[in-house]
């Protein structure tokens, strides 16, 4: 429901869903690394089902790395945009997103070493 007290028209989720679209071939098209962490998912969730471990994790894990990459993405556009010039405060601003970027990874990373480490181990013990 909308705030007006109106459902969502079909035809406007769908125009919505082509904006969210857009930003995420915009993103994989200017940011290098989202391309990797595009393509490092890919692998994670190939090698995930060849193991037959628990996908979920993998999903959820990969997920939230692109979501805060894309929205990394956002900030730095609108901090170029509202800051043209160099300014410390957009520093911080980009360098936190980044920050958040990197914490996202670690606990993928970590997620994928809990969830795939074990049945790789059995694998090659």
């Known amino acids: 429901m909308r705030s007006d007290g109106s459902a969502l028209s079909w035809r406007r989720w769908v125009r919505s869903a082509g904006f969210a679209w857009a930003g995420i071939v915009h993103t994989y098209r200017v940011q290098a690394n989202f391309r990797?962490?595009?393509w490092?998912?890919?692998l994670a969730v190939t090698l995930t089902l060849a193991?037959?471990?628990p996908l979920a994790p993998i999903l959820l894990a990969c997920a939230l790395v692109l979501s805060v990459e894309?929205?990394?993405t956002a900030l730095e556009a609108a901090l170029?945009?509202?800051s043209p010039e160099w300014h410390p405060l957009a520093?911080?601003?980009k360098d936190a997103a980044a920050g958040a970027v990197l914490m996202a990874s670690v606990g993928a990373l970590l997620v994928g070493?809990?969830?795939l480490g074990p049945p790789l181990l059995r694998l090659l013990g």
């Open 40 to 42: 490092a998912g890919m």
């Open 80 to 82: 170029d945009l509202a």
């Open 91 to 93: 520093k911080v601003a």
């Open 51 to 53: 193991l037959r471990a």
């Open 36 to 38: 990797i962490e595009v």
């Open 70 to 72: 894309l929205l990394n």
């Open 113 to 115: 070493l809990a969830v």
